[in-house]
């Protein structure tokens, strides 16, 4: 029995991300990679953490400091790991969007990496509101509070 190096069902999280920020909009896009990052993101190997979303100044949406690990059977044309990559969205959607960041405290974050069901990979990108500290630890109360009646009810 030896391991698929490939998964199929790719489904990487930002799990701080819903902690630091209020997540008001998710929107899904395409992501331009190169040959050796889809293999490496079919690998697990991604870092979603310090990434973050803006626009340029044709109106193109990009994401940077998502950090994609080099594939580890590459060659001299294997990939930059923290490289801007291109998010691709409807143009009305973009429109939308670049109107909602101009508002002060909104920001893009990158909150899911997956692959679909046609081998694609996709970005889920949150419009969100960044969390003040009382609103961190009222997140915190409420993550307890959960866990206390988890453990109650077995």
Not at 37 to 65: H, M, P, T, W
Not at 93 to 110: A, D, F, M, N, R
């Amino acid at each position: 029995m030896s391991k698929q190096r490939f998964s199929n069902d790719i489904n990487i999280r930002n799990r701080q991300a819903s902690f630091e920020y209020e997540l008001l909009d998710k929107y899904v896009s395409g992501i331009v990679l190169t040959g050796t990052e889809i293999k490496s993101i079919r690998e697990g190997k991604v870092n979603l953490q310090d990434g973050y979303c803006y626009f340029s100044a044709a109106g193109e949406l990009f994401i940077k400091n998502v950090n994609i690990t080099p594939y580890a059977q590459g060659t001299h044309y294997n990939h930059e790991a923290t490289r801007e990559r291109k998010l691709l969205l409807k143009r009305v959607e973009l429109k939308k969007l670049q109107s909602k960041i101009e508002e002060k405290g909104l920001t893009l974050v990158p909150v899911r990496l997956f692959v679909n069901d046609r081998g694609f990979a996709k970005m889920e990108i949150a419009l969100a509101r960044g969390k003040k500290t009382h609103d961190k630890r009222q997140s915190i109360k409420e993550r307890e509070a959960k866990r206390e009646l988890n453990r109650i009810k077995l």
